[in-house]
């Protein structure tokens, strides 16, 4: 049985020319049986018996299950069907159980204890210390340590807590379903570009009737935003969307988020207290880069203080401009994206289709490999031996110094049941097994570019191509690892807030006037972007950095000292009002609700609560750390090797600050980003 189950057959990759959904429950249901067996002998060493050996074990028994998991929840992702969705089901289901009961597991988190205490006279490397502690701070956080009373109380609020969350999200989306509003006339929609009539018509249709049906969905709230000329119109579906779920606006009261919002705060800052932390922000950072909430906050209002008056200057540019284009003296919050997207027409006359017909596949991927290679000396190569789920797929090895170090799987395009966005996933950690195997990481690079269609290769936009640079360096991260502990290895263990580093460091080629000509060939002329257009490309960039830039600061700044001063008595809209007080030039309308559907911190028990600011974060370190090309060159293989060692072979085994302050020598600097959005010089 488990030799003819293919997800079940060890080797350097999954063997996808086999794997069936039939084949999914069963060698699931077998590892969880034999791995309950083996962690069942492990949790019975006493003390003295424990040995290095036991870690290596356990991690030998999680690679077990998840190298016969990952193929299957990528299988699920891009291989959608029926049966396989029945089969994921059932079996994640399982291993959610098995998981559970293994954080709550006080034997195993004795265990944990023991090879902590005993790190020196067993001989751990400060790769499995870290590993381990990072281990006995994920059991302390999901409560294992509590006793008593407090251990009832921690499962009581934590069902709460989830209770509450999925109330939040089932009300911001009956809301957004519930409002409509059905167009007779096209000329109240006059300013929209065709796709977006198409999809109104569309929507009209699927609900029965004629006409164009605005909705609440994002890309019908955007289109009519940025594109409809009818000034009441925005009016009416701003205030709509600002105001789902909450006590404002046209559905006031019906799906209100209110009260469950104030009780999300509180439970989550019960559990906090009751895991001996005195605000949950500490709870939330207690796995974060970022070491204090003072050094959050300070981060924040320092990047506010610098970018407010580019911001505001920003906006004063923007009143001035809907002035004079239409003779609006009164710029309010449902004019803001319109006539950005006019100014922004205006002054960048650039043509996302022109720019796709410079940018075919072929080339951006052979550049970026390019690319690559140059900086980091790692050369990559294709792969045949590695089997695949659909023909479209692109599989590679890579190399350093002519050892193979690394695999992945390279798949590009949308297709029916493939879920959409881009993302990097693990298919096989780097590690070393019991029997001194080394295990070569494996990475699945996906994404969801429009497809090649008759004979002229598939075009890529600008956008496609960041997209596909971030990715890979997602997958650079994982796959140069040099690490052999399972826990730390690659992505593994990394810090939420520093986990997009590598894939943000990459993506600045993009915007490289020397990396541009090796990933662009016009499809028919073969040359490179001209200059007029590389110049217009690298100066809408920044358009409105200073606007953004705020905007994201108010979300940051409300989350965090809503989740850092249980405290106060602001409530939730007080916290929101004097943070806008602070920091937005966009002046909301009274009836403004936005924090009622702001799910990244309210539709799960942490999310990005009290971490929000981790996009800036990211942000901060990855154009900080590629500032140190900026004294020499994009190209520089020193600076390249050093990123490399200090960086991306280490993954988690230590601080992601430690890891930064290796690699430039200093902690990170606001500076860089700033320079580079344009916002400072
Ligand atoms: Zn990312």
New binding site residues.
């Given amino acids: 049985m488990t030799e003819s189950n293919p997800l079940l057959v060890e080797g350097d990759f999954p063997l996808f020319d086999q794997i069936r959904h039939d084949h999914v429950v069963p060698a699931v249901t077998q590892v969880l049986a034999s791995n309950q067996a083996s962690l069942d002998m492990l949790k019975q060493r006493s003390p003295d018996e424990v040995t290095a050996e036991d870690l290596r074990e356990f991690e030998a028994l999680e690679a077990r299950l998840y190298d016969a998991w990952h193929p299957v929840e990528h299988l699920n992702a891009v291989m959608n069907s029926e049966p396989l969705r029945e089969a994921y089901n059932t079996a994640r289901a399982a291993i959610t159980a098995y998981q559970t009961k293994l954080g709550q597991d006080e034997a195993l988190y004795q265990l944990f204890k023991t090879l902590q205490e005993k790190a020196d006279d067993i001989g751990l490397s400060s790769e499995q210390r870290k590993s381990v502690a990072n281990s006995l701070l994920e059991f302390e956080l999901s409560g294992v340590a509590l006793t008593g009373e407090s251990r009832g109380t921690y499962a009581r609020l934590k069902n709460e807590v989830s209770e509450l969350t999925s109330q939040f999200s089932e009300n911001v989306l009956d809301a957004t379903d519930q409002w409509k509003k059905l167009i007779e006339d096209p000329k109240q929609l006059i300013g929209l570009p065709n796709s977006a009539m198409e999809m109104f018509r569309a929507a009209a249709k699927a609900d029965g009737q004629d006409g164009y049906l605005v909705t609440l969905d994002a890309p019908s709230y955007l289109a009519v935003m940025k594109g409809c000329e009818h000034r009441e119109l925005r009016k009416e579906v701003y205030e709509a969307y600002v105001t789902r779920a909450s006590d404002q606006g046209p559905s006031a009261g019906t799906f209100d988020n209110s009260d469950i919002m104030n009780r999300i705060v509180e439970v989550r800052q019960a559990i906090a207290n009751l895991l001996g932390y005195e605000q949950f922000s500490e709870f939330s950072l207690a796995t974060k880069m970022a070491e204090t909430p003072e050094a959050v906050l300070a981060f924040l209002n320092q990047l506010a203080e610098l970018s407010l008056p580019v911001a505001e200057e920003e906006m004063r540019a923007l009143k001035a401009f809907a002035l004079a284009d239409g003779g609006v003296s009164d710029l309010k919050a449902w004019d803001v994206a319109f006539y950005s997207e006019r100014q922004r027409q205006a002054e960048f006359e650039l043509s996302e289709e022109a720019l796709r017909e410079y940018f075919p596949a072929g080339q951006v991927i052979q550049g970026m490999f390019n690319i690559v290679s140059k900086v980091f000396g790692v050369d990559v190569k294709p792969c045949p031996a590695m089997a695949t789920w659909h023909p479209d797929v692109l599989t590679y090895q890579v190399e350093q110094e002519g050892e193979t170090v690394a695999f992945f799987y390279l798949d590009l395009y949308a297709r029916a049941k493939k879920r959409g966005g881009a993302w990097m996933a693990e298919c096989r950690n780097r590690r070393l097994t019991p029997d001194e195997h080394l295990q070569r990481p494996v990475a699945f690079l996906t994404c969801n570019f429009t497809p090649a269609v008759g004979d002229k290769p598939a075009l890529l936009s600008h956008d496609e191509v960041v997209t596909l640079f971030?990715e890979f360096g997602?997958g650079l991260h994982h796959m140069l690892t040099k690490v052999t502990c399972a826990g730390v290895s690659g992505i593994n263990g990394v810090e939420w807030d520093a986990v997009?580093l590598p894939?943000q460091f990459l993506e600045n080629w993009c915007w490289e006037r020397e990396a541009i000509p090796m990933i662009s060939a016009h499809i028919d002329s073969q040359e490179p972007l001209p200059d007029v257009m590389l110049n217009r490309l690298l100066a809408a960039k920044n358009f409105q950095a200073g606007m953004q830039m705020v905007r994201q600061l108010e979300f940051s700044l409300f989350d965090f000292r809503l989740h850092h001063e249980a405290q106060n008595d602001l409530g939730i809209q007080g916290v929101l009002d004097d943070v806008r007080n602070q920091v937005a030039v966009v002046e909301a309308p009274p009836f403004n609700r936005f924090q009622h559907s702001f799910g990244h911190i309210f539709s799960s028990f942490i999310g990005y609560a009290a971490g929000y600011y981790s996009y800036k974060w990211a942000e901060v370190l990855s154009a900080d750390a590629f500032s140190a090309f900026e004294s020499t060159n994009p190209f520089d293989r020193q600076v390249g090797d050093r990123f490399v060692s200090s960086i991306l072979e280490r993954g988690g085994s230590e601080d992601a600050m430690s890891l930064f302050v290796g690699f430039m020598g200093r902690e990170p600097q606001v500076d860089a980003l700033l320079r580079q959005e344009g916002i400072a010089r």
Avoid: C, L, W
């Fill in positions: 971030h997602h997009e894939s």
